[in-house]
């Protein structure tokens, strides 16, 4: 008798509780969705600065080998009794593979770009399900709570 009265009565404070619960756990939900949305931008941002700065500097090194080939095929022509014609076929194809190569490391950066892009939202959306579950599963545990009196009296 009494103990199922109490039930009954302490349930009725539970509705205030549970509300505060769901409120509570949807701001903890918010927040766990900004901060991962903000690891997920300092990554990609990450990504990006690393892809400027190696193509950056891989335009740097390639303007300098192909300022080198030019050089170094102007230096033979003066110095040599060689046709000019195979010094220019040389460094025709000397600046051929600088340039391929340059196009290949280009390519590189911006596939180590993507790919890190890729895997941070992929990250970004396992942890957004993931905290989607949490919140829903504590919905869930809060409306178990008895709210009424009759549930309280008979929960």
Same mark, same amino acid.
């Given at each position: ?15 205030? /509780?549970?509300?505060?619960? !769901? ?7 918010? +927040? ?5 949305? +903000? ?6 941002? !990450? ?20 300022? /080198? ?18 010094? /220019?076929? !040389? ?12 196009? %290949? ?5 911006? /596939?180590? !770009? ?11 959306? %396992? ?29």
């Amino acid at each position: 008798g009494a103990s199922m009265l109490m039930g009954g009565f302490s349930a009725m404070g539970n509705k205030s /509780d549970v509300r505060a619960g !769901k409120a509570a756990a949807y701001d903890i939900y918010q +927040e766990q969705l900004g901060l991962y949305g +903000e690891e997920r931008d300092l990554t990609t941002s !990450k990504a990006e600065t690393q892809y400027t700065t190696g193509v950056k500097d891989l335009s740097t090194v390639t303007g300098t080998t192909l300022q /080198d080939i030019e050089t170094t095929g102007d230096f033979s022509k003066s110095k040599t009794g060689l046709v000019t014609s195979t010094i /220019d076929q !040389k460094v025709k194809e000397q600046t051929t593979t600088a340039w391929n190569k340059y196009k %290949t490391d280009q390519q590189k950066h911006m /596939d180590i !770009k993507t790919y890190t892009e890729a895997e941070a939202n992929l990250q970004f959306d %396992t942890q957004k399900v993931t905290a989607e579950d949490r919140y829903q599963n504590t919905l869930t545990q809060l409306d178990a709570q008895p709210k009424t009196f009759l549930e309280g009296l008979f929960g």
